[in-house]
């Protein structure tokens, strides 16, 4: 019986990827590794995964947290009391993501300070071709 999706390969860049590259971009802004992040230490209701999240707007944080239980990467219980109380939590292939992009996140922790210097002497090569242009 052959698979439903072709075997992966390493590169995105090949045109039969689309579907990596679909879900790559619906876990990898920085609002679903932020919501994913703070979860790390357990389940939250909304007012603290916003309050753990610096800059997410409720609207954002709503649309966040819908995408990221339709795809299974969180739960969402709802407790029948008054108010109601809804928390959130990671689910078994949330915590598979955790541990996919913890590398990534030690990785651009490592390297700040070397990509701010290579930034700041690439825009002042562009100043120097370009005199006049405005410095980002």
Same mark, same amino acid.
């Given at each position: 019986?052959?698979? /439903?999706?072709?075997? /992966? ?19 990898? !802004? ?17 007012? &603290? ?17 819908? &995408?990221? &239980? ?10 029948? *009391?008054?108010?109601? !109380? ?16 913890? /590398?990534? *996140?030690?990785?651009?922790?490592? !390297? ?11 825009? &002042? ?5 370009? /005199? ?5």
């Amino acid at each position: 019986m052959a698979a /439903p999706y072709p075997e /992966p390969t390493f590169s995105l860049a090949v045109g039969q990827n689309c579907r990596a590259r679909e879900i790559l971009d619906l876990v990898a !802004n920085k609002w679903s590794l932020g919501v994913v992040d703070t979860l790390e230490a357990g389940p939250q209701r909304f007012g &603290e995964l916003k309050r753990g999240i610096a800059g997410i707007s409720q609207k954002m944080l709503t649309s966040t947290v819908r &995408e990221l &239980e339709r795809d299974g990467i969180i739960t969402r219980t709802v407790y029948a *009391v008054m108010p109601p !109380n809804v928390v959130y939590g990671l689910t078994d292939l949330g915590k598979t993501l955790l541990a996919a992009t913890r /590398p990534l *996140v030690r990785w651009s922790l490592e !390297n700040m300070a070397a990509i701010d210097d290579a930034r700041s002497e690439f825009d &002042e090569r562009s100043r120097e071709i370009a /005199p006049g242009r405005p410095a980002k």
